[in-house]
């Protein structure tokens, strides 16, 4: 059992940055592809980012690349998102998720979701 904790979420003006993280407890987190997903209001979830158990292979949607960072810290039990350049079609509740592999998340077959965490992004 894996549960996520997401923080970092709040309002920026356009071109500004944030950091997201999610905290996951239990000891086989090291174990599982982690990845970021958001919701804007009245759309779909849609994949953003994905990162390997091992931190050494990383996935973005078109359009984050070259804005968005994922990374990790397997010691923190931590995943990272860092959101530079935002712009406000990035408002969103951006959830965390962890699954088998990078393809689950690419999938949208995720074990375990976070609750999720709100960036709005002004104008």
């Known amino acids: 059992q894996v549960q996520l904790v997401e923080s970092g979420g709040g309002l920026v003006q356009a071109g500004g940055s944030l950091r997201l993280s999610c905290a996951a407890s239990g000891r086989t987190f090291s174990s599982y592809a982690m990845g970021w997903f958001r919701q804007a209001p009245g759309k779909d979830r849609e994949f953003v980012a994905a990162?390997?158990?091992?931190?050494?292979?990383?996935y973005y949607t078109d359009s984050v690349k070259g804005r968005f960072t994922i990374s990790r810290d397997n010691a923190k039990n931590t995943v990272y998102l860092q959101m530079n350049s935002l712009k406000p079609e990035d408002t969103a509740v951006y959830y965390c998720?962890?699954?088998?592999?990078?393809?689950?998340?690419?999938?949208?077959?995720?074990?375990?979701w976070g609750q999720g965490t709100q960036v709005t992004v002004s104008s």
């Open positions: 998720a962890a699954a088998t592999g990078p393809a689950a998340i690419l999938s949208g077959t995720v074990a375990y």
């Open positions: 990162i390997s158990w091992s931190g050494g292979s990383t």
